[in-house]
């Protein structure tokens, strides 16, 4: 790691209240076999991250913000502060492999063609399974991730993908140039998923690395999470096989959020043609959270919220929809693979 000088890469870490996640990761990022400039962007924390970041990683480049902005503005402000031709977002809750960094400096030389990347995630705790290879967007509205689940012995080719989960993604920084920054009205969750197709509608395209291997902790940092270190070194090794693992983590917060935000990108980015499945969709989310208890009030709220931002999508699909350089024949393909 470098906090002088530029070079190609910077990696760009948000962080809000996560001490004990961010000294994993941070610690991770030492062991790259290639050198790379590291961004800590703290989202006003309270603990003790700054005196972790000055005692424990001088080397690391510290952006302190004097409140919560959310996922989006914090990576936005890091992107603005980097001087390097690449750029890397990586979550607080995750741990690389050491060759994570070389893999997307080689990404970039060797496809000139495609505009940012998505690693290969694997879960924590079962490092023998995938969290994620790739973002799809489907005609149901649900954003998911590919692979999910999934043997990591799968997966093992690059191939082109929808998108990249901002946990873990390289970019090219002129990208931003071309199509803006991270949607900061998202606030949090699902602006990668708004940004992937916003480059997509552009003939940017995104490519998946299996070779760039990441750690990941599903919504470690999440505010409802009430464990300080869900990544202690305790919990590493494909043999830990908990029940928090073995699921999809779910909070009051996170079931809000990303109905809101799943509300916005399916009025910027569907098909009329969709209705029927958007409807299918909107009813099985539903009926999930009304049988999971306690969070079909925050599906709700969030719903709601979503559609009270109806106006902003709008007004956001038809520029968006007027700058693309995707035919309508090859959104509706982009959008019915996934």
Not at 71 to 85: D, P, T, Y
Request: include cysteine; glycine fraction near 6%; charged fraction near 20%.
């Amino acid at each position: 790691m470098s906090k002088d000088i530029p070079g190609q890469l910077t990696v760009i870490v948000p962080t809000w209240n996560g001490e004990q996640l961010l000294r994993t990761c941070l610690l991770s990022l030492q062991l790259q076999t290639v050198s790379c400039s590291v961004l800590v962007v703290d989202n006003g924390s309270t603990d003790s991250t700054l005196e972790l970041v000055c005692s424990e990683f001088p080397e690391v480049d510290y952006l302190p913000l004097e409140r919560n902005f959310g996922f989006a503005k914090a990576v936005n402000l890091g992107i603005q502060r980097a001087r390097s031709e690449f750029v890397a977002l990586l979550n607080n809750d995750t741990e690389v492999n050491p060759h994570w960094v070389e893999a997307g400096l080689k990404a970039f030389e060797r496809h000139p063609d495609y505009w940012f990347f998505a690693s290969k995630m694997l879960d924590f705790r079962r490092r023998d399974t995938v969290d994620s290879a790739g973002d799809c967007y489907g005609r149901t509205g649900l954003p998911r991730k590919r692979g999910l689940g999934e043997p990591a012995n799968q997966f093992t080719q690059t191939a082109p993908v929808m998108g990249a989960s901002a946990g873990a993604a390289f970019y090219r920084k002129d990208l931003f140039e071309r199509i803006g920054l991270f949607d900061e009205g998202f606030f949090l969750y699902l602006e990668d998923v708004d940004l992937s197709l916003r480059a997509q509608f552009s003939s940017l395209p995104c490519l998946y690395l299996p070779e760039a291997i990441v750690y990941h902790v599903e919504a470690a940092s999440d505010p409802d999470r009430s464990n300080s270190n869900p990544i202690s070194p305790s919990a590493k090794g494909a043999e830990t096989r908990t029940a928090e693992s073995a699921r999809t983590y779910y909070s009051q917060n996170r079931v809000f959020w990303i109905t809101r935000n799943r509300w916005q990108l399916m009025i910027t980015y569907q098909l009329l043609r969709n209705a029927p499945w958007l409807v299918l969709g909107w009813a099985r989310s539903a009926l999930f959270h009304l049988l999971k208890a306690g969070f079909f009030g925050a599906f709700l709220k969030g719903l709601v919220a979503g559609i009270l931002l109806t106006p902003r999508a709008l007004g956001k699909r038809k520029k968006v929809w007027a700058e693309r350089t995707l035919a309508t024949s090859q959104v509706c393909q982009l959008i019915a693979k996934c």
